[in-house]
């Protein structure tokens, strides 16, 4: 099943995407796709709908973050080797956590805004996991059955603020526009193997980064059981869960976004994103 939110920012409907692709409206089902909707029973009872039974929605709609109200929004550091090593970072002996604000959370296709005085902004193509019930020291064994399904992040960076002052690098990571969400929140019946789903990322029609989910040095059952450790994992929270090799970070020279740059990125199953960069305005 593929949720959906859709409509203008701030407004969006709940919704799901039927067998021709098309969104259907579940606005008279739930109040929206977050975290109160989540859960196995009410994601058990969206399933029994069958699609043609919804309105469709205007196919020029806008579609919006799959999730909304997101209380925690974690990311993953150098989850892959790959990656680790094109930044000259050393492969992590456990997961490193950082967060992004729940306000840099946009649509899948909105404008990303170059920040005010950014000369470092950087794109992340990543799996970002949806949890749908509540979980607290669980063991990798039960964390599956606490992930509502799987969407794509883009984890824009903003490198000079992620690591050239001090302290965490929550600051680089960010920034409004900096965490586009969707288009779909996939549940798990549809990604059986969270661990082989392709990805890329093009910058301006060039391909920028090529992986897969394989190569992920801590998995997606690792990483809910590891975090549910050191902190309550509520309904809708994210976890997007690091990047593959390709950022303008690690590329001789260094290539960073401007206004006017797109971003096109994919998952295996999940769908695509494409955002446009715009400069900073008052
Ligand atoms: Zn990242």
């Not at 970070?249 to 994919?266: E, S, T, Y």
């Given at each position: 099943m593929k949720l959906v939110r859709f409509g203008k920012p701030g407004k969006e409907r709940p919704g799901l995407i039927d067998g021709d692709g098309k969104i259907r409206d579940l606005t008279d089902v739930v109040p929206d796709i977050s975290g109160e909707t989540?859960?196995?029973?009410?994601?058990?009872?969206?399933?029994?709908?069958?699609p043609h039974s919804l309105p469709l929605a205007n196919s020029r709609s806008r579609v919006g973050p799959c999730v909304a109200r997101v209380g925690n929004f974690i990311a993953v550091g150098l989850n892959f080797a790959d990656h680790a090593a094109e930044t000259g970072a050393k492969i992590p002996s456990e997961?490193?956590?950082?967060n992004k604000s729940p306000s840099s959370i946009i649509g899948p296709n909105d404008q990303v805004v170059?920040?005010?005085?950014?000369?470092k902004t950087d794109w992340e193509v990543e799996l970002a996991i949806v949890i749908g019930s509540r979980a607290h020291n669980i063991s990798?064994?039960?964390?599956?059955?606490?992930?509502?399904?799987?969407?794509?992040?883009?984890?824009?960076?903003?490198?000079?603020?992620?690591?050239e002052g001090t302290?965490?690098?929550?600051?680089?990571?960010?920034?409004?526009?900096?965490?586009?969400?969707?288009?779909?929140?996939v549940t798990p019946d549809e990604v059986p193997?969270?661990?082989?789903?392709?990805?890329?990322?093009?910058?301006n029609g060039k391909r920028r980064q090529t992986g897969s989910t394989k190569t992920?040095?801590?998995?997606?059952?690792?990483?809910?059981?590891?975090?549910?450790?050191?902190?309550?994992?509520?309904?809708?929270?994210v976890i997007t869960t690091g990047t593959p090799p390709?950022?303008?970070?690690?590329?001789?020279?260094?290539?960073?976004?401007?206004?006017?740059?797109?971003?096109?990125?994919?998952?295996?199953?999940?769908?695509?994103?494409?955002q446009q960069c715009v400069g900073y305005a008052a």
């Open positions: 989540l859960g196995p029973r009410t994601l058990a009872k969206l399933r029994k709908i069958k997961p490193i956590l950082f170059i920040p005010k005085g950014s000369k990798e064994a039960q964390s599956l059955a606490h992930v509502a399904g799987y969407c794509i992040c883009n984890d824009v960076s903003e490198r000079a603020w992620q690591s302290g965490q690098w929550m600051k680089g990571k960010s920034s409004p526009t900096f965490g586009p969400l969707g288009p779909w929140l193997d969270p661990q082989n789903l392709a990805m890329y990322l093009d910058v992920m040095i801590f998995g997606v059952k690792y990483l809910v059981a590891f975090i549910s450790k050191f902190m309550v994992l509520e309904p809708g929270d390709g950022v303008g970070l690690g590329m001789k020279p260094q290539l960073f976004l401007k206004a006017g740059d797109v971003m096109h990125l994919g998952i295996d199953k999940l769908g695509e994103q494409t």
